[in-house]
C-alpha cells in the first residue's frame, strides 16, 4: 500500500481518535511523524506518546498550521469553543473532519467559513477493533480526488459509506450508538447463562462470538436477517420458544423505539 503524502492532525485525543490513528498507522499508509495529536490533558498527551510514537501538542493552533487533514476529534459540546480558536488561521486547502453527532455541514462551514473544505463523519466504537462503519458526507468543496483519499484514510479502522446528510441522525441510531445496546444485549445473555451456571467469562466469550458470528453471516451471506433467523428456529423446538418470550416481551419494538429516540436526540443537538 503507499503511503498517503499528507499531515495528519487531530484535535482531541480520546478512545475514537486513537482508534483512527491506530488504524492509520496499522495499515501503513501514515508513518507516525506525519501525525500529530493535542489534547487538553497533559496525561492524555502522555499517554497517546506513549502508545503511537507520534508528535503532541497542548496547542489547537499548532495542528491547524501544521497539518493537510484535521479531525475534529472532540465532544460535541465543544466544538464551537474549539471552531472559535482555529477559525482564524489559514484554512486554506486544509480539509476538516467532524465526528460529532448532531453537527451539520452548514454549522461547520458557519464556523470555519464558507470556503472551508469540510467532511461529517459519524463513526462507531467498533472501529477500536477495526471494525467500525463511518458514514461520511463531504461538503461542495471537496473534490472527487480529495473524497477518494478520505474514503482511504477512514477504511483503515472499519468500513466506510458516503450517504446523504439527511440521514445522519438514523446514522446515530443504527451504528453510532447501537454498540451500546448490542453491549446490553451480550451482557444480558451472559447473565442468563451465568444463572445457568457458566463461568462468568466463559459466558462473555460464548454470547460475544455468537453475536459476531451471527453479524458476519448477514453481511456474507446476503440473506435477509428473517430468513437467517427461520434456519435457526426448528418447529417446536428450543429457538422458536425463545424467539416467541423475546417476541411477548416487546423485543423489536423497544429496539425500534429506542432508536426512533436516539435519533431524535441527535436531530435536536
Do not use: W
Not at 24 to 43: F, M, N, P, Q, R
Not at 117 to 126: A, F, G, I, Q, S
Not at 148 to 155: A, F, H, M, S, T
Amino acid at each position: 500500500m503507499v503511503e498517503i503524502d499528507k499531515k495528519i492532525g487531530f484535535i482531541g485525543c480520546g478512545n475514537m481518535a486513537g482508534a483512527m490513528i491506530g488504524g492509520l498507522l496499522k495499515s501503513g499508509l501514515v508513518k507516525c511523524e506525519d501525525i500529530i495529536a493535542s489534547a487538553s490533558s497533559v496525561k492524555t498527551l502522555e499517554n497517546v506518546k506513549k502508545l503511537f510514537d507520534i508528535k503532541v501538542v497542548k496547542d489547537n493552533g499548532s495542528v491547524v498550521n501544521s497539518c493537510d487533514i484535521i479531525f475534529l476529534a472532540v465532544k460535541p459540546n465543544i466544538y464551537e469553543a474549539v471552531i472559535r480558536e482555529i477559525k482564524d488561521y489559514n484554512l486554506e486547502n486544509k480539509i476538516f473532519i467532524s465526528i460529532a453527532a448532531g453537527k451539520t455541514l452548514d454549522f461547520l462551514e458557519k464556523g470555519l467559513g464558507k470556503d472551508a473544505k469540510v467532511l461529517r463523519t459519524m463513526p462507531n466504537t467498533p472501529a477500536l477493533a477495526g471494525e467500525g462503519i463511518t458514514a461520511i458526507c463531504p461538503n461542495r468543496n471537496i473534490d472527487i480526488e480529495e473524497l477518494e483519499l478520505l474514503k482511504q484514510l477512514i477504511g483503515t479502522f472499519g468500513s466506510v459509506e458516503v450517504i446523504d446528510e439527511k440521514l445522519f441522525d438514523a446514522v446515530v441510531a443504527v451504528s453510532g450508538s447501537s454498540p451500546a445496546y448490542v453491549f446490553m444485549f451480550i451482557e444480558a445473555m451472559a447473565d442468563s447463562a451465568v444463572l445457568q451456571g457458566m463461568p462468568r467469562q466463559q459466558a462473555y466469550k460464548f454470547a460475544a462470538q455468537a453475536v459476531l458470528g451471527s453479524a458476519k453471516m448477514v453481511l456474507e451471506t446476503g440473506q435477509h436477517p428473517g430468513e437467517l433467523k427461520d434456519m435457526v428456529c426448528s418447529p417446536g423446538g428450543t429457538t422458536i420458544e425463545a424467539v416467541a418470550m423475546l417476541e411477548e416481551r416487546g423485543f423489536r419494538s423497544a429496539v425500534i423505539e429506542a432508536m426512533r429516540v436516539c435519533g431524535e436526540k441527535s436531530k435536536n443537538m
